[in-house]
């Protein structure tokens, strides 16, 4: 008898945990939904505001912290909406952080470097682009950087965007100053289309909790795509891209 009691009370107990976890869940997707519902709200928003309106700012900073919430969902991997993981330490992630590259660093010495500044107009190249592209190592990491122009249509501005050479990084990436540059009224919440050096390619906004949240990023889909040959010469500090 005391067996088939203690059974019977732990299946009540299993019940209640299990009814526990699913109102967590169903609470958490609901603030999942809310959240999504804000940010398309916000993007609409401010695709009525005036270019150089200040609000333009103030919006921004309300949906580039949606637009990584959306990322992390669909399309940057895996998001435990049960159990999310823990934060990190102010020290791991200030660890993680590029902390000797920043987008001012691209403005001032890599312009200099490369000897274009950064995100000004350039006329669009023909389909296929130009090559090989040279770069520099930049920086006591040797940050490997290469300049090449951007686009995401046709009929919108052509830039000069210095990028970050990464083949750890599986997708493209770019700041959000360089998406305003390039015309886009609003920070795409996922991956669109764009060109970079006559390449049809995939862009998507640089994660804003990541290591290098306003660097842009040449991915390694990019560098797939057009079977580069990358040549790093430590000595010379410098680095070049082929296409093969």
Same mark, same amino acid.
């Given at each position: 008898?005391?067996?088939?009691?203690?059974?019977?009370?732990?299946?009540?107990?299993?019940?209640?945990?299990?009814?526990?976890?699913?109102?967590?869940?169903?609470?958490?997707?609901?603030?999942?939904? /809310?959240?999504?519902? #804000?940010?398309?709200?916000?993007?609409?928003?401010?695709?009525?505001?005036?270019?150089?309106?200040?609000?333009?700012?103030?919006?921004?900073?309300? *949906?580039?912290? #949606?637009?990584?919430?959306?990322?992390?969902?669909?399309?940057?991997?895996?998001?435990?909406?049960?159990?999310?993981?823990?934060?990190?330490?102010?020290?791991?992630?200030?660890?993680?952080?590029?902390?000797?590259?920043?987008?001012? $660093? #691209?403005?001032?010495?890599?312009?200099? #470097?490369?000897?274009?500044?950064?995100?000004?107009?350039?006329?669009a190249v023909e389909e296929g682009g130009v090559w090989p592209v040279e770069g520099v190592l930049w920086g006591p990491c040797k940050r490997p950087l290469v300049c090449l122009p951007t686009k995401l249509r046709a009929s919108m501005p052509c830039v000069n965007v210095i990028y970050l050479v990464d083949?750890?990084?599986?997708?493209?990436?770019?700041?959000?100053?360089?998406?305003?540059?390039?015309?886009?009224?609003?920070?795409?919440?996922?991956?669109?289309?764009?060109?970079? $050096?006559?390449?049809?390619?995939?862009?998507?906004?640089?994660?804003?909790?990541? $290591?290098?949240?306003? *660097?842009?990023?040449?991915?390694? /889909?990019?560098?797939?795509? *057009?079977?580069?040959?990358?040549?790093?010469?430590?000595?010379?500090?410098? *680095?070049?891209?082929?296409?093969?």
């Amino acid at each position: 008898m005391k067996i088939a009691k203690d059974a019977r009370a732990n299946e009540e107990r299993y019940g209640k945990d299990m009814k526990a976890k699913d109102d967590e869940l169903k609470e958490k997707l609901k603030q999942k939904d /809310d959240e999504l519902k #804000l940010l398309d709200q916000l993007v609409e928003r401010r695709s009525d505001v005036p270019d150089r309106d200040p609000e333009l700012s103030r919006l921004d900073g309300m *949906i580039i912290p #949606l637009t990584t919430i959306t990322r992390r969902m669909f399309s940057a991997g895996p998001y435990n909406i049960v159990q999310d993981s823990p934060p990190s330490s102010p020290e791991a992630q200030e660890g993680s952080m590029l902390q000797d590259l920043k987008e001012l $660093n #691209l403005y001032q010495q890599a312009s200099g #470097l490369l000897d274009v500044k950064y995100l000004s107009a350039t006329p669009a190249v023909e389909e296929g682009g130009v090559w090989p592209v040279e770069g520099v190592l930049w920086g006591p990491c040797k940050r490997p950087l290469v300049c090449l122009p951007t686009k995401l249509r046709a009929s919108m501005p052509c830039v000069n965007v210095i990028y970050l050479v990464d083949t750890g990084a599986p997708m493209c990436e770019l700041s959000p100053t360089a998406f305003s540059a390039l015309g886009s009224d609003v920070v795409p919440p996922q991956a669109t289309r764009g060109f970079i $050096n006559g390449v049809r390619c995939h862009v998507q906004l640089c994660a804003q909790d990541g $290591n290098h949240p306003d *660097i842009p990023v040449l991915g390694a /889909d990019y560098l797939t795509s *057009i079977g580069a040959v990358v040549t790093v010469d430590y000595r010379q500090g410098t *680095i070049s891209l082929r296409r093969s």
